[in-house]
Nanobody
């Protein structure tokens, strides 16, 4: 069983930045492509970005140029650096080993003045 713990969310003003972290309970990053998803109130969960075990990244179009996903396999941790945040980025953010059944509890990001 894998446990995922997200952290780093909070309240930030438009234009601000946050860095999310997701730490796994055991070493899975060498196996899985890791993803960040988000779910806003009343909306479906959507993919934000993924990073493969070799470091190849893919971003949703609306996040390109603003968000950066990275990973530290030695620390079993994946990060999401979010810059130029907008009110539309308000959501609960989850990390997810792609194609697995594992999800973290999520971390709330609220962008508001």
């Amino acid at each position: 069983q894998v446990q995922l713990v997200e952290s780093g969310g909070g309240l930030v003003q438009p234009g601000g930045s946050l860095r999310l972290s997701c730490t796994a309970s055991r070493s899975i990053f060498s196996i899985y492509t890791m993803g960040w998803y988000r779910q806003a109130p009343g909306k479906q969960r959507e993919l934000v970005a993924t990073i493969s075990s070799s470091g190849r990244t893919i971003y949703a179009d609306s996040m390109k140029g603003r968000f950066t996903i990275s990973r530290d396999n030695a620390k079993n941790t994946v990060y999401l650096q979010m810059n130029s945040l907008k009110s539309g980025d308000t959501a609960v953010y989850y990390c997810h080993p792609m194609y697995s059944d594992y999800w973290g509890q999520g971390t709330q990001v609220t962008v508001s003045s």
